[in-house]
């Protein structure tokens, strides 16, 4: 029996229970996804951070709603993710609400065609150092079987440490780079984006072995 290749994307996915329309979360997995369900836009934007996803599907047929007002909520947290907003055929929805608009009925596979050409790839602007691949013009990060999507700052963080592989950079240093001041008499919330920085790249953020804490000096990337 042939196995599903798995598909090195996240999908978040908002879904209800309406029994007229069918559920999109156990048959995109079926086709390779890592999905991530929830239950509202509230639940969405709250795990929006954490999951990180590639792409959004608001199944609003499922809600019994028009999903206008979830996608516009998702676009104020993070305007670059893709949405696809899936409505019944009785609605009338605006192009511009998401980035695409699929009216039910249609098929997984429909669907599936329509999610993987918005989905990441490695663009042109890419830094390659070691086991990590950052692309600066998507801000992901992928290593070790991790694709993750980075904030701003992280991705500058990641790229300054990348920038001097295997030596110290020290705390002053990035703090300047990173929050653009001359002003380093209080770093405290630079240990708190290189923890973040270690969930994206280490396989146990809790024992990093790629990038270091020289105590007293900085950071090290260990490549």
Same mark, same amino acid.
């Given at each position: 029996?042939?196995? &599903?290749?798995?598909?090195?994307? =996240?999908?978040?996915?908002?879904?209800?229970?309406?029994?007229?329309?069918?559920?999109?979360?156990?048959?995109?997995?079926?086709?390779? !996804?890592?999905?991530?369900?929830?239950?509202?836009?509230?639940?969405?934007?709250?795990?929006?951070?954490?999951?990180?996803?590639?792409?959004?599907? #608001?199944?609003?047929?499922?809600?019994?709603?028009?999903?206008?007002?979830?996608?516009?909520?998702?676009?104020?947290?993070?305007?670059?993710?893709?949405?696809?907003?899936?409505?019944?055929?009785?609605?009338?929805?605006?192009?511009? #609400?998401?980035?695409?608009?699929?009216?039910?009925? !249609?098929?997984?596979?429909?669907?599936?065609?329509?999610?993987?050409?918005?989905?990441?790839?490695?663009?042109?602007?890419?830094?390659h150092v070691g086991a990590?691949?950052?692309?600066?013009?998507?801000?992901?990060?992928?290593?070790?079987?991790?694709?993750?999507?980075?904030?701003?700052?992280?991705?500058?963080?990641?790229?300054?440490?990348?920038?001097?592989?295997?030596?110290?950079?020290?705390r002053e240093e990035l703090?300047?780079?990173?929050?653009?001041?001359?002003? &380093?008499?209080?770093?405290? =919330?630079?240990?708190?984006?290189?923890?973040?920085?270690?969930?994206?790249?280490?396989?146990?953020?809790?024992?990093?072995?790629?990038?270091? &804490?020289?105590?007293?000096?900085?950071?090290?990337?260990?490549?």
């Amino acid at each position: 029996m042939s196995r &599903t290749k798995k598909i090195d994307a =996240t999908v978040l996915i908002v879904e209800g229970k309406h029994a007229d329309f069918p559920s999109f979360t156990i048959p995109l997995q079926k086709k390779g !996804f890592d999905v991530r369900a929830v239950k509202s836009g509230k639940e969405a934007i709250d795990k929006l951070e954490d999951i990180a996803p590639d792409i959004l599907v #608001v199944n609003a047929a499922s809600m019994r709603s028009s999903g206008v007002r979830i996608c516009k909520k998702i676009e104020e947290q993070d305007e670059d993710l893709p949405i696809i907003l899936i409505v019944g055929p009785e609605k009338d929805i605006s192009d511009d #609400v998401a980035t695409l608009v699929l009216y039910h009925p !249609f098929t997984i596979l429909k669907l599936t065609n329509r999610i993987k050409p918005l989905l990441p790839s490695d663009g042109n602007n890419v830094l390659h150092v070691g086991a990590i691949r950052l692309d600066l013009d998507r801000k992901r990060v992928r290593c070790l079987g991790q694709n993750t999507r980075l904030t701003p700052r992280l991705m500058v963080l990641l790229k300054a440490l990348m920038e001097s592989p295997g030596e110290v950079v020290e705390r002053e240093e990035l703090f300047k780079k990173v929050w653009e001041t001359e002003y &380093t008499g209080d770093t405290r =919330t630079l240990d708190v984006h290189i923890s973040w920085l270690r969930k994206a790249i280490e396989p146990d953020p809790t024992k990093p072995k790629l990038l270091r &804490t020289i105590r007293g000096v900085g950071y090290r990337l260990d490549l």
